[in-house]
């Protein structure tokens, strides 16, 4: 069984969204059939997380932990047991709600699930 791990830094502009943290990078999409792991930690209070796997929402602006970390588990897991499809969409919007730039902290972990015959 096979793992793939991202993990990223990211700086969001005051009172911005980006649309997609994820987009173009290693995990934009699930290299096999998957069930992942999200942790992420904000560099202060004021950021949210839209998640999507492939078509479907998982999680609705979701408030970030203001830890100014690395995301640790269990501490900072945001959300756990997404399945994935190969090739699925996997996307990250993230809303900064404050007047000044925040950093996201995300670390991506997907584990290649078994078929049974």
């Not at 649309?19 to 560099?43: E, K, W």
């Amino acid at each position: 069984m096979g793992k793939a791990v991202d993990q990223l830094t990211v700086t969001i502009l005051a009172n911005d969204t980006n649309p997609n943290i994820l987009q173009g990078r290693l995990l934009d999409r699930a290299p096999f059939l998957a069930r992942g792991v999200i942790f992420a930690a904000g560099s202060a209070a004021g950021l949210q997380a839209t998640i999507t796997a492939g078509m479907t929402t998982v999680a609705r602006a979701v408030d970030i932990n203001a830890e100014n970390r690395l995301p640790i588990d269990p501490d900072d897991r945001l959300i756990d047991d997404i399945l994935f499809a190969p090739g699925d969409g996997f996307g990250i919007s993230v809303t900064n709600t404050t007047a000044g730039n925040l950093d996201i902290n995300v670390r991506i972990i997907l584990e290649e699930l078994e078929v049974a015959q």
